[in-house]
């Protein structure tokens, strides 16, 4: 069946991708498990923390980098762990190295991280304007994780990243869209692909975030934590297509009472 609805792809930098789901590689309880998520969430970005490949003993990265067709994904390294700006700055140009070894030529992908706070996971909004300013003038193409600030994504889209990435709430927490209102604003306002990282626990979470006009999700522990991986891997793939056609078609108002679906006309009085 044709899709009624004809779409634009997803623009990030100099790149375009057909997929509005991207994925984390965290997690999964086996290597194996996470190549079939992966596979059948038709993601075409992926993203691995720089940290965790860097050694080829922790979740098998070592084996993702070396098995994945990279010719048909791209790979975005991420700052996880980093504190502070400098350590993030440092981490970010390890990643560069590690596309390199994968023999991109173009690839300059960096999900910037700066995250002190070990309990809550929030993002440090200073520590992160000041190393995508640094990154940025060094060419890199910065994706920055931060809460759902309108002037935060303001001054970082004036500083030329690439996306800005609002949490919908905490990491890992699967409790969705806690601050839709401040999300929707930054979609409102944005003139980069806005994409929601952080706390989708299901499709209907990813179908919320896409139907408010984000340009995206990025999901990792509600899959690889899932009872069943790739059921959920192809769920998230489902929710948000559904989402993103849900916002191209336009929803209904909402009203406080209710409206007819059939005509009133030929009711005898």
């Excluded at 309990?119 to 440090?124: E, F, H």
Aim: proline letters at 4%; charged letters at 20%.
């Amino acid at each position: 069946m044709t899709n009624p609805i004809q779409d634009e792809a997803l623009h990030i930098a100099n790149k375009t991708f057909s997929s509005r789901l991207m994925l984390g590689t965290g997690k999964y309880r086996s290597f194996q498990e996470a190549k079939r998520s992966i596979e059948l969430s038709g993601c075409e970005i992926l993203t691995v923390a720089v940290r965790r490949a860097q050694t080829s003993k922790v979740d098998s990265i070592a084996q993702l980098l070396s098995e994945f067709d990279w010719s048909k994904l791209w790979l975005m390294p991420n700052t996880a762990g980093c504190q502070t700006a400098e350590d993030a700055v440092r981490l970010a140009f390890i990643g560069r190295e590690i596309t390199k070894n994968l023999q991109y030529n173009d690839n300059r992908f960096i999900k910037l991280e700066v995250i002190p706070d070990p309990k809550y996971l929030m993002p440090d909004s200073i520590g992160t304007v000041t190393a995508a300013e640094y990154l940025t003038q060094k060419n890199f193409d910065v994706l920055p994780y931060i809460s759902a600030d309108l002037i935060l994504a303001k001054q970082l889209e004036e500083l030329g990243c690439a996306t800005v990435m609002p949490l919908g709430s905490p990491i890992g927490s699967g409790q969705g869209l806690k601050n839709i209102y401040n999300i929707k604003l930054l979609i409102e306002n944005a003139r980069v692909p806005v994409i929601v990282d952080a706390g989708i626990g299901s499709p209907s979470q990813a179908a919320e975030a896409m139907e408010i006009g984000a340009g995206g999700v990025l999901v990792n522990t509600a899959i690889a934590r899932a009872q069943n991986s790739l059921a959920m891997a192809y769920g998230m793939r489902l929710g948000v297509m559904a989402g993103r056609t849900s916002y191209l078609a336009g929803k209904v108002n909402t009203s406080l009472v209710a409206q007819p679906s059939s005509p009133l006309m030929g009711i005898l009085e």
